[in-house]
């Protein structure tokens, strides 16, 4: 497709359930990144993949979030054991370069995550 | 680390009023600095960018941004809104690294009605 896709759009899970969170990059992009936004705040930078190795998951809350790239395309962030202050849009974004001069990043729709 | 402050949280104006959000960061080497739109319903998209040269950047729909380097700010202009410009804005700087760390920080975005 022409731009990132992100899928489920939305996803209500039970407190304790995992959940897997799909982002398809644009088909090329070198970088991809994740992040999580809270309701009325700005999206949070969780963690950052250039080809298949994560060279930055500064941003990742706890050890119950985990994210993977393992051809260098299409990338998933994993919740366990969810709480209800994981509850937020999760936000994909994918950029053509490695380097970080004079590229931009195009995001995704994201998937809405509620945590009941 | 670096951090963004919008100052605007919500924003009412009248069609052909002139608009200006502002955006300070704090960060103490080179910056690229974004403006981002989210209109109801969809995904973030880019109206700006500011990598380097002329301090006064155009973007799309008539947006324009000014980044005064001794004020660290990058405020967002436009002379007329219109009622389409309905959405929130997203103000984002990136740090200029050449070993990676290429992760974008926001705001916490600017909620913009214009009425008829």
Do not use: M
């Not at chain 1, 970080?100 to 009941?116: C, D, K, M, S």
């Not at chain 2, 980044?67 to 309905?86: A, E, G, H, M, Y």
């Amino acid at each position: 497709g022409a731009g990132v896709s992100q899928s489920p759009r939305y996803k209500v899970a039970k407190r304790g359930q995992d959940v897997a969170l799909r982002c398809d990059p644009i088909s090329g992009h070198v970088s991809l990144f994740w992040y999580q936004q809270a309701l009325g705040q700005g999206p949070e930078f969780l963690t950052y993949f250039q080809n298949e190795a994560q060279l930055d998951k500064s941003g990742l809350p706890s050890d119950r979030f985990f994210a993977e790239r393992p051809e260098g395309s299409v990338s998933t962030l994993k919740i366990q054991r969810t709480q209800q202050e994981d509850s937020a849009v999760y936000l994909c974004a994918s950029s053509l370069g490695r380097v970080p001069l004079n590229t931009e990043a195009f995001f995704g729709q994201g998937t809405r995550l509620t945590v009941v | 680390a670096q951090s963004v402050s919008q100052h605007n949280h919500h924003v009412i104006l009248s069609e052909a009023a002139s608009l200006e959000l502002g955006c300070n960061y704090s960060y103490g080497g080179t910056v690229n600095l974004f403006w981002y739109v989210q209109y109801p319903g969809q995904h973030l998209q880019l109206l700006l960018k500011y990598f380097s040269g002329d301090p006064l950047v155009k973007g799309i729909k008539g947006f324009e941004a000014e980044f005064i380097k001794s004020k660290f700010s990058f405020n967002l202009r436009k002379p007329s809104v219109q009622w389409s410009d309905t959405a929130e804005y997203f103000c984002a700087v990136r740090p200029r690294l050449t070993g990676g760390g290429n992760k974008l920080t926001f705001g916490t975005g600017t909620q913009l009605k214009v009425e008829l």
